[in-house]
């Protein structure tokens, strides 16, 4: 399998989809943490995903026909510069991206300004992510109206802005065999990280002590960075569905929850686990976890090719909610329980979300009002849970326990693929793990 060809593809891929006018994409610019630092940079996902390419100020232009009626495919990138190589890394530099990287033409990014409006010139329409940044929209504009001013001179400018992330969402959202490949390795890296975090976990650590070994192996083993923010919520706080302070202590008695990924080379893995600091569930405990087991499960069984995007939300509340009753939670029948949406206190997210290379990934959920089938190729997460808060009408017992389970799912010719299998998740699973 050749990496860049298959960028290559896509980009062309989408110039047949185009079939007129250019296409125009920068990658995201590096981010000011504070005074004269930065953020570790990360490309944008659009750019990325036609370019391959993972140097900050870069833009890519796709021509469907230039003047020769040819397709033509273009970098913009920084110059090869060896006095700023000393300070700040490697960089390609035009000529040596254009090769690496499959285009047809790569120019200094300085030269932007110039060139693009001659490229714009008699093309009907721009794709571009419009509406993603101001400052970009406006430098777009400026180059059209560059174009206008030739007006006289027989040259027509664009008429038409169109969001190129109509088409691209569709193209990402089934993923080729390479990104399969990309997410398996995220997943096992992710595993991995789990269960080093059940095995090292005690009563009286702290929250941001099980994030460190978790973030730990995720490096150890490669990967670049946390795919998101990690989700480390020992008590209470697992009844936060965002919690990120990740500074409490954990207590003997308590649930641990932690939903933490990697992303390696762009692709990003995401799961979670509830399981207990001490390394035994309670017998209240056991009953919310093996709830939300079977609700997962039943989600995870309708996950395959013809089923719909609604599916697995729906099997899980099924047996969510017929948990809640018979748990004393909710009171009626399981239609009414979820017509009304009482369930809702103690289950109030969906069941999952397209996954790639970014967490919460480019897909349509619906088209034309209806939720869409399920295609080989498409990869989803599917995390049903159950968070009780204290209520005067909850028993006490209950309060304060938050269970979530989360695993990666892949559409394939003969089902799904758990791409997350490797982390333990029944009972008896993780207290021997812990044990």
Not at 6 to 25: E, K, N, P, Y
Not at 408 to 424: I, K, R, S
Request: with cysteine.
């Amino acid at each position: 399998m050749n990496p860049i060809k298959t960028f290559s593809d896509r980009r062309s891929r989408l110039l047949t989809q185009m079939q007129q006018g250019v296409a125009i994409m920068a990658t995201s610019p590096p981010r000011l943490r504070n005074r004269d630092a930065f953020y570790p940079y990360r490309f944008d996902s659009y750019f990325y995903y036609l370019t391959g390419f993972h140097e900050p100020e870069a833009v890519l232009v796709l021509i469907c026909g230039n003047a020769q009626g040819k397709t033509e495919q273009i970098l913009f990138c920084r110059e090869k510069d060896k006095e700023r190589e000393i300070w700040d890394g490697f960089r390609y530099g035009p000529d040596a991206a254009r090769e690496a990287f499959g285009f047809d033409a790569a120019y200094p990014i300085a030269q932007l300004d110039e060139r693009v409006p001659q490229l714009l010139e008699n093309q009907p329409v721009i794709y571009t992510l419009l509406g993603q940044d101001p400052a970009w929209d406006a430098r777009l504009v400026g180059w059209i109206n560059r174009v206008r001013e030739q007006v006289r001179s027989g040259i027509s400018a664009p008429d038409q802005i169109r969001d190129v992330r109509r088409n691209l969402d569709e193209m990402r959202v089934c993923k080729d065999e390479q990104e399969l490949l990309l997410m398996r390795h995220a997943a096992k890296i992710s595993a991995e990280a789990h269960c080093r975090a059940m095995r090292v976990t005690q009563p009286g650590m702290h929250e941001y002590e099980i994030e460190a070994e978790l973030l730990h192996e995720f490096r150890r083993q490669g990967a670049q960075a946390p795919a998101y923010t990690s989700i480390v919520a020992g008590g209470a706080n697992a009844c936060v569905l965002h919690y990120i302070e990740n500074n409490a202590q954990l207590h003997p008695g308590d649930l641990l929850l932690i939903d933490a990924g990697c992303e390696f080379d762009g692709y990003a893995a995401d799961i979670t686990r509830t399981f207990p600091v001490n390394g035994k569930f309670s017998s209240v405990q056991k009953d919310i976890y093996q709830l939300v087991l079977a609700a997962q499960m039943a989600a995870i069984s309708t996950v395959q090719a013809g089923s719909t995007w609604d599916a697995p939300h729906q099997a899980a509340l099924q047996v969510l909610a017929q948990g809640f009753i018979d748990l004393g939670l909710c009171h009626g029948t399981v239609d009414a329980v979820i017509q009304s949406g009482d369930y809702k206190r103690f289950y109030m997210h969906r069941t999952g979300h397209w996954l790639g290379l970014d967490v919460h990934d480019a897909g349509e959920y619906k088209q034309d009002g209806k939720w869409r089938p399920l295609q080989v190729g498409m990869t989803l997460t599917v995390e049903p849970g159950c968070y009780i808060r204290p209520a005067g009408d909850v028993p006490e017992h209950f309060w304060n326990i938050g269970v979530r389970i989360e695993d990666d799912v892949a559409v394939t010719p003969t089902g799904h693929e758990v791409l997350t299998v490797a982390v333990p998740k029944t009972v008896a699973e993780i207290e021997e793990l812990m044990r």
